[in-house]
């Protein structure tokens, strides 16, 4: 799995124009080694090299963190009293660009090339996002298990909701219940919101009180063997308004809308114009204030964008949120947030917790 990973990142780089690419993104790592982990101020990196001749794998690794058993690829180990760059230079070919990824630190990069690592460097954008983005089996049914996760966690969450309580209340129960189903964590920081908070799409819970005809908003996720789920869905308290319902039913006609639409070769601009084409023509097209959906994966925010201006495909394989909005400052937000896996003819959607309209 992971050699075949590699092979795609290669191939990637090879059609770029480069042969060895040096990779520091934890996750990135991660996706192509199997191991995870956070060297904080410490040098991490993996050296990918192949072009026409065979292809190589080295991981600079610090021997604070040990490596797993059977790693697909050589270790070069170090202490904290080496110079890891010395190493990665006699790796490199000298002769070569060398292709950095986005994540590699300034205070690595800048001593590499004083060192003549390679013969120019370059920074890709491409190579490793490209190959994450379309996720292979493994990863379909990673996904497929944490948003499960996070169904039955939403099931509990609603629970929680009573009179009296505020969002910093109910957002210190969750990431236990998550837990408790299986999961590592919290795959972002939870978003709690009452009342007028909810027309704010990144609140961040505090100690507002629950009253009766609140909007209560959850957009929460967990990250379960390694990969992060994410969904949002909006409830009423005890009372739901005339306006409230109308939004509510636009918002999740803008969520049908585009999801109906998702298949291989529709552009993701398109699945924007999609769901915003619904809240426009509503008479709310000013209020819904950010893109459609995000690319996700081993990152809840993964390069790859679902809005107006990101005019690439898609392709079967990806898999991104679907989660139009409508929010009126001052007054209530509704958000509606699933998440899409790309199949061959169409999408199966990972969420099965109903968006129909709930008073709690």
Same mark, same amino acid.
């Given at each position: ?44 990196? /993996?050296? &990918?090299?192949?072009? !026409?001749?065979? %292809?190589?794998? *080295?991981?600079? +690794?610090?021997?604070?963190?040990? $490596? ?41 990069? /800048?001593? &590499?090339?004083?060192? !003549?690592?390679? %013969?120019?460097? *370059?920074?890709? +954008?491409?190579?490793?996002?490209? $190959? ?41 129960? /969750? ?7 299986? %999961? ?177």
């Amino acid at each position: 799995m992971y050699k075949n990973r590699m092979q795609q990142v290669l191939k990637n780089l090879n059609e770029a124009g480069y042969e060895q690419l040096l990779i520091s993104d934890p996750r990135s790592i991660q996706y192509l080694t199997g191991l995870y982990v956070e060297p904080e101020e410490r040098f991490l990196a /993996l050296l &990918l090299k192949g072009g !026409q001749g065979e %292809a190589s794998a *080295v991981l600079f +690794l610090n021997e604070l963190f040990p $490596a797993a058993e059977n790693m697909p690829c050589d270790i070069v180990g170090f202490n904290d009293t080496d110079e890891p760059l010395d190493l990665v230079v006699e790796h490199c070919n000298q002769t070569k660009p060398l292709a950095c990824d986005k994540t590699l630190r300034a205070g690595f990069l /800048l001593p &590499l090339m004083e060192r !003549q690592a390679a %013969a120019g460097y *370059v920074v890709d +954008l491409t190579a490793v996002d490209t $190959a994450r983005a379309h996720k292979d089996e493994a990863e379909q049914e990673a996904m497929r298990a944490a948003s499960k996760t996070n169904d039955a966690a939403m099931a509990r969450f609603v629970e929680l909701i009573h009179e009296g309580v505020t969002e910093v209340q109910v957002a210190a129960q /969750l990431e236990d219940i998550y837990r408790e189903l299986g %999961a590592q964590g919290f795959s972002f920081n939870p978003i709690v919101s009452f009342g007028a908070n909810a027309a704010d799409p990144h609140h961040e819970p505090d100690s507002t009180v629950l009253k009766e005809g609140d909007v209560v908003l959850f957009d929460v996720g967990c990250r379960q063997n390694s990969y992060c789920a994410d969904m949002t869905r909006t409830f009423f308290f005890r009372s739901v308004g005339e306006e409230q319902r109308k939004v509510y039913e636009i918002v999740r006609q803008a969520n049908e809308a585009a999801r109906a639409l998702v298949k291989p070769g529709v552009l993701f601009s398109e699945l924007d114009k999609a769901a915003r084409q619904v809240i426009e023509e509503a008479g709310y097209g000013e209020f819904f204030t950010h893109r459609l959906g995000h690319q996700i994966g081993l990152d809840v925010h993964e390069p790859g964008d679902v809005s107006a201006v990101h005019h690439e495909p898609v392709e079967a394989g990806m898999i991104f949120s679907i989660e139009p909005g409508i929010y009126l400052p001052g007054r209530f937000g509704v958000r509606i947030e699933d998440l899409v896996l790309v199949t061959e003819e169409g999408c199966e959607v990972l969420n099965s917790y109903p968006r129909d309209l709930r008073v709690l």
